[in-house]
């Protein structure tokens, strides 16, 4: 926030505002402990960033694009906070190390893995990606 004031970058500037909100509202949420983690600070980014791009389809929907050029621009800025999200073959790699250390056995093997990968791949990969990948290297498409 400081060095988006120092370049004089308004957009940046009131965005980075409205995440800090955010961030301190979500911290007050039962069981998050008052505490912003990187868990908490990706989660809420990428609610953020979802609902800038949805707001920004409603607004072109609308025919008002200015309004969704602006939305477009803030989900822009909050991106750039996010880690960068695992390739196919990254994520591939991560499912299998996850498949290796559980060692899945039965017809909970699934979620064995589902709970694990997810938690080790929390703001990397989305869990329908996750979930997807754990499937087809489980054999259960």
Known sequence: MFA???????????????????????????????????????????REVKRREEAAEAYRAAGRPEAAEREEREASVLRGYLPPPLTPAQLE???????????????????????????RLTGRAEGGEIAATARRLLGQE
């Open 93 to 119: 790699t991560e499912v299998r190390r996850v498949i290796d250390d559980v060692r899945p056995q039965g017809p909970g093997g699934f979620g064995q893995v589902m709970k694990e990968a997810t938690r």
């Open 4 to 46: 988006a004031r120092k370049r004089r970058d308004q957009m940046a500037t009131s965005t980075l505002g409205m995440l800090k909100s955010e961030l301190v509202k979500a911290s007050k949420e039962p069981g998050v402990g008052g505490r912003v983690g990187d868990e908490l600070a990706v989660r809420v980014i990428r």
